[in-house]
């Protein structure tokens, strides 16, 4: 019986609590010696382009890394790997082959390297399919620029 006075009591007081209402502030009563200053909060730098030297056989000098204003470039034509039967019989393998492309201003990768493989006789005809790509180029301020751009193609020889 205590228990259910108690709990009682302690919504009653709530309920009172809650119907008080306070007076208004004044502006003389706003400004306290304890107010703490209000900071904005930081604004996130956007980070400049970052280039990367070009490889040997490509017409652009700097190649800009993707990210920082830096948008991707957009495949427009894609070309799949070419597997001989020998391989695609005696591998049977399956996985995702990680690749570098560089690809200049126009968009033609003129360039490739393997950073992560699934085979080592599976990356030669990677790079030549990835050669044959075309790509709408990256841009910078809506100014087309060459750029070194990270792409994965799956493997599924089983």
Same mark, same amino acid.
């Given at each position: 019986?205590?228990?259910? =006075? ?5 919504? $009653? ?8 209402e306070k007076p #208004?502030? %004044? &502006? ?5 010696? %304890? ?8 604004? &996130? /730098? ?8 070009? #490889?040997? !056989?490509?017409?652009? %000098? ?5 990210? !920082? $204003?830096?948008?991707a470039p957009i495949?427009?034509? *894609? ?7 020998g391989v695609a019989?005696?591998? *049977?393998?399956? $996985? ?6 560089? +690809?200049?201003?126009? !968009? ?16 030669? #005809?990677? +790079?030549?399919? =990835?050669?044959?790509? /075309? ?8 100014? &087309? ?6 792409? %994965?193609? @799956?493997? @599924?020889? *089983?």
């Amino acid at each position: 019986m205590r228990k259910l =006075l108690f709990l009682v009591c302690l919504l $009653g007081c709530q309920r009172e609590s809650a119907s008080v209402e306070k007076p #208004p502030v %004044t &502006p003389s009563q706003a400004v306290s010696s %304890t107010a703490v200053p209000v900071v904005a909060p930081a604004v &996130p /730098k956007v980070s400049e382009p970052r280039s990367v030297p070009a #490889p040997s !056989g490509c017409p652009d %000098t700097v190649f800009y890394e993707v990210g !920082g $204003g830096i948008r991707a470039p957009i495949v427009t034509h *894609r070309v799949d790997p070419e597997f001989s039967q020998g391989v695609a019989r005696t591998l *049977r393998v399956s $996985g995702s082959i990680l690749l570098q492309a560089f +690809i200049d201003a126009s !968009g033609r990768v003129c360039a490739a390297t393997i950073l992560r493989g699934v085979h080592p006789s599976l990356d030669g #005809p990677c +790079i030549e399919a =990835l050669m044959k790509w /075309k790509f709408k180029p990256a841009k910078l301020a809506d100014r &087309p620029v060459a750029c070194v751009y990270q792409l %994965t193609v @799956n493997i @599924n020889l *089983r």
